[in-house]
């Protein structure tokens, strides 16, 4: 009975990773994120209130991020639309390059190509449920976009 229970402890504590399969010295960003919220806020238009934006399809996009240096690397988003009563990729599949900021942690740079627009722009990137959600907050010309991912 005393081997059972010793057992039982060390498969317990050996299950109990304090940082939960993540190595401090890799970015939280790293990883592979499903969308699970979607949000927008018009800026002037019903101030202060977020209109849900979420969609089927949107429960599929996901978000691939690696790193190719120490505070940088590449970001797969991989979009699903609605065709007729079913979702399809959308294609092209876009690929960024992010960057962290060196003065707010909390900042992404993220730079990339769609449809031949060369786009830059930063995202305000927050973790919370043990580093397992992630909200990312973009400020667009006249709206604030608001995604929020689970780690897969």
Same mark, same amino acid.
């Given at each position: 009975?005393k081997?059972?229970?010793i057992?039982?402890? $060390?498969?317990?504590l050996s299950? @109990?990773? =304090?940082n939960d399969g993540?190595?401090? #010295?890799?970015d939280?960003?790293? +990883?592979?994120?499903?969308q699970?919220g979607y949000?927008?806020?018009?800026i002037?238009k019903?101030?202060?209130?977020? $209109?849900?934006?979420?969609?089927? @399809?949107? =429960?599929?996009?996901?978000?691939?991020? #690696?790193?190719?240096s120490s505070? +940088?690397?590449?970001?797969?988003?991989?979009?699903y639309i609605?065709?007729?009563?079913?979702?399809k990729l959308?294609?092209?599949i876009t690929?960024?390059?992010?960057?962290?900021?060196?003065?707010?942690?909390?900042?992404?740079?993220i730079?990339?190509?769609?449809?031949?627009?060369?786009l830059e722009?930063?995202?305000?990137i927050s973790?919370s449920n043990k580093?397992r959600t992630?909200?990312?907050?973009?400020?667009g010309?006249?709206?604030?976009?608001k995604?929020?991912?689970i780690r897969?």
């Amino acid at each position: 009975m005393k081997k059972i229970l010793i057992l039982l402890l $060390i498969l317990f504590l050996s299950a @109990c990773d =304090k940082n939960d399969g993540y190595h401090s #010295s890799q970015d939280l960003f790293i +990883g592979e994120w499903i969308q699970t919220g979607y949000t927008i806020q018009e800026i002037g238009k019903n101030e202060g209130k977020e $209109i849900n934006e979420m969609t089927k @399809c949107k =429960k599929l996009n996901t978000l691939s991020v #690696s790193s190719s240096s120490s505070n +940088g690397g590449n970001v797969i988003l991989k979009e699903y639309i609605k065709d007729g009563t079913d979702c399809k990729l959308y294609i092209p599949i876009t690929t960024y390059n992010w960057i962290r900021s060196t003065s707010e942690n909390n900042i992404y740079h993220i730079k990339g190509t769609l449809q031949h627009s060369s786009l830059e722009f930063d995202w305000t990137i927050s973790f919370s449920n043990k580093n397992r959600t992630m909200t990312i907050i973009f400020d667009g010309v006249d709206t604030i976009y608001k995604s929020v991912y689970i780690r897969k």
